[in-house]
Nanobody
Framework: QVQLVESGGDSVQSGGSLRLSCATSGYTYSTACMGWFRQAPGKERERVAT???????TYADSVKGRFTISLDNAKNTLFLHMNSLSPDDTAMYSC????????????????????WGQGTQVTVSS
């Protein structure tokens, strides 16, 4: 059974930094599709960043240049390094994973994630 547990959320001032962690179990990192999402009150969930086991990453335009997603295979942990935080980054951050779709040439990451953590709150004050 896949389990994801986030940590690292906190209250910080604008311009500050945080590192979120997502400890996983029951999920293989040899072929991984993982991501960070966030949802602020009254807003739709937003895909923040994604990464696969080949190291390919994607970022929302709103976080490019400020956030970095990474995988530590040895520790079975997903990270989100967040710099230059602003009040607009205030949200519940959740990590997610999905089993890749395999084919003869490799794998692809499906667009929908089906394993989710419980979330960790990030609050940025001005």
């Amino acid at each position: 059974q896949v389990q994801l547990v986030e940590s690292g959320g906190d209250s910080v001032q604008s311009g500050g930094s945080l590192r979120l962690s997502c400890a996983t179990s029951g999920y293989t990192y040899s072929t991984a599709c993982m991501g960070w999402f966030r949802q602020a009150p009254g807003k739709e969930r937003e895909r923040v960043a994604t990464i696969d086991s080949d190291g390919s990453t994607t970022y929302a335009d709103s976080v490019k240049g400020r956030f970095t997603i990474s995988l530590d295979n040895a520790k079975n942990t997903l990270f989100l390094h967040m710099n230059s935080l602003s009040p607009d980054d205030t949200a519940m951050y959740s990590c997610a994973a999905v089993v890749p779709q395999m084919y003869s040439g490799g794998y692809v990451c499906p667009p929908e994630y089906n394993y989710w953590g419980q979330g960790t709150q990030v609050t940025v004050s001005s």
